[in-house]
């Protein structure tokens, strides 16, 4: 008996074990998936309009019905219902009620904005990426409370309190423009667990001077931080892969951005208008600085790179980006490093 004790207290010690390993295991498996379009080919599905993309699925780009509770299909003729696209139920009075389908993951810009009856939406866990003011308009969205607005896969999308300093809670996965043009945030600090920072989440935030990434952040979206003007520094943590299209542009007081080691990408215009811009510390696994992400940034002097100077002479660096080959540069840095 006693054995048989044991061997039970030996498999729920173990058990208890792994259950801290797999909820990490489920974080890190998280990989945010970006469709193409087949073509420009408007189809047609009851009083629905979509478009396919290369691998099969749906964006719905427009609904013609009137009907005030609608369940939108997990499917249209075949092909799985993954993403919404602009305005798609833009302005639709009638509607007081919907359900999105499970399988869900992407709701683009102003998709049901100002729907003035549409009071319930139910959402699945599978919803990721959700655009600007998707919900602006509705009286779903009014009608929440609490400072912090959280929906489908634990997308934060829209910030309610007044605070000038703010802690997202632990727990949030992604945030969408959440933030934007909030005058009074200073700081925010980010959590581990926020995996994405969606499309203009912080944009023209004039007051925002720090801002503390957490570890688990994969990538941050086009126009994330587009003219926070008095942010002085940005460090940017080693798990971010991905940064798009303006994201740190017109941050005029910016004079020192320090990459992580497994930046791979760095968008158009991402560090544009940074007229204070002097020092860049660039990770040894960036592959890809693309046009004019660093548009009139003639402050830039120095650049340190953590690989080789013929790794760096690897790197895709725009032409019109040339104030970085120009600059004084410091290869193999960690401290330390050779001039050239």
Not at 105 to 123: G, M, P, Q
Request: proline share 3%.
């Amino acid at each position: 008996m006693k054995r048989k004790i044991a061997l039970f207290q030996a498999a729920v010690l173990l058990l208890a074990l792994m259950l801290p390993l797999a909820g990490c295991s489920q974080k890190n498996s998280f990989e945010p998936v970006f469709r193409e379009q087949t073509d420009n080919e408007t189809l047609h599905f009851g009083n629905y309009e979509y478009m396919k993309y290369t691998d099969g699925t749906a964006v719905i780009t427009a609904w013609t019905g009137d009907a005030p509770t609608l369940i939108i299909p997990s499917a249209l003729d075949g092909a799985d219902v993954v993403a919404i696209g602009p305005a798609a139920f833009a302005e639709k009075s009638t509607l007081t009620e919907v359900t999105l389908p499970a399988g869900l993951e992407k709701i683009d810009d102003y998709a049901f904005i100002n729907c003035t009856s549409l009071s319930k939406i139910t959402v699945g866990k599978k919803l990721w990426s959700i655009g600007i003011s998707v919900f602006e308009g509705t009286p779903w969205l009014a009608a929440q409370t609490g400072d912090f607005v959280v929906t489908g896969d634990s997308v934060l999308i829209k910030y309610q309190g007044t605070e000038s300093a703010v802690k997202i809670p632990d727990g949030i996965r992604h945030i969408s423009d959440a933030f934007s043009m909030n005058a009074e945030l200073i700081s925010v600090e980010i959590p581990d667990s926020v995996l994405t920072i969606g499309n203009s989440a912080f944009s023209f935030c004039g007051e925002l001077r720090l801002i503390r990434f957490g570890s688990g952040l994969m990538r941050i979206g086009d126009d994330a931080f587009d003219g926070c003007e008095l942010l002085p520094e940005v460090s940017i943590p080693d798990s971010v892969t991905y940064i798009g299209s303006n994201a740190f542009r017109d941050c005029f007081y910016l004079s020192s951005v320090r990459f992580g080691s497994s930046v791979k990408y760095i968008g158009e215009y991402a560090f544009a208008g940074d007229l204070r811009l002097k020092t860049v510390f660039f990770g040894q696994y960036l592959e890809t600085v693309d046009d004019n992400a660093f548009k009139d940034c003639f402050s830039v002097s120095l650049v340190f790179y953590a690989g080789s100077a013929e790794q760096f002479g690897n790197v895709s660096i725009s032409s019109s980006n040339y104030m970085l080959t120009e600059a004084e540069r410091y290869y193999d840095y960690s401290g330390g490093g050779n001039a050239s």
